[in-house]
């Protein structure tokens, strides 16, 4: 069936950067877009962005378009984001969540991977 | 961009009806018939249950429904059970092409 797994927990200092993966299973990956989304611990759910599918195109959250990227590799269906210049106020679990393209909603999630930033 | 509004809290008793609501503005909710829900166990990842405002995911009960008046949109459950016991979190599409999560609602079954 299909799923997307992520990546392990990451432990990164103040000021690193760190690079969470998203592989899907069980569809035809280059057909969704995948959405990335984030939750500092008891807090709400978090935009932070989009790859669209064939990954051309990217549309990142205001509040990180300097600090994140999102790429994708066809030949491994792995979606990667990267968050650079962490603070503790990164601390959160991020995931990824899958799109039909124009559908506007997120049909699959990952399992989410916790990353934690502490000196 | 900030978060749409949801109450902290909603609950009720086994068999009742609760609605949680979701207020945005003219630049998210009230421009698109695109919200969406997804409930949350602790610890696990979202689920999807409502998209476009008032249609079903597949496999979610009927006992969930969605439905909008400008900006502000909500979601119904009803015949409360014990497993529905969750946060809630509504989403919508924005003008900017990005998207906005609610501040969740943790529902409670007495």
């Known amino acids: 069936q299909a799923q997307v797994v992520q990546s392990g927990a990451e432990v990164k200092k103040p000021g690193a950067s760190v690079k969470v993966s998203c592989t899907a299973s069980?569809?035809?990956?280059?057909?969704?877009?995948m959405h990335w989304v984030r939750q500092a611990p008891g807090q709400r759910l978090e935009w932070m962005g989009i790859i669209k599918a064939g990954g051309g195109i990217r549309i990142y959250a205001q509040n990180l378009q300097d600090r994140v990227t999102m790429t994708m590799d066809m030949s491994t269906s792995t979606v990667y984001m990267e968050l650079s210049s962490l603070t503790a106020d990164d601390t959160a679990v991020y995931y990824c969540?899958?799109?039909?393209?124009?559908?506007?909603?997120?049909?699959?999630w990952g399992q989410g991977t916790l990353v934690t930033v502490s000196s | 961009q900030s978060a749409l509004t949801q109450p902290v809290s909603v609950s009720g008793s086994p068999g009742q009806s609760i609605t949680i609501s979701c207020t945005g503005s003219s630049s998210d909710v009230g421009s698109y018939n695109l919200v969406s829900w997804y409930q949350q166990q602790p610890g696990k990842a979202p689920i999807l249950m409502i998209y476009?405002?008032?249609k079903r995911a597949s496999g979610v009960s009927n006992r969930f429904s969605g439905s909008k008046s400008g900006s502000t949109a909500s979601l119904t459950i009803s015949g409360l059970q014990a497993e529905d016991e969750a946060d809630y979190y509504c989403?919508?599409?924005?003008?900017?092409?990005?998207?906005?999560f609610g501040t969740g609602t943790k529902v409670t079954v007495l």
């Open positions: 989403c919508s599409f924005t003008k900017t092409l990005t998207y906005v």
């Open positions: 969540a899958r799109e039909l393209p124009d559908t506007y909603q997120f049909d699959l």
């Open positions: 069980g569809y035809t990956f280059n057909r969704y877009h």
């Open positions: 476009d405002v008032n």
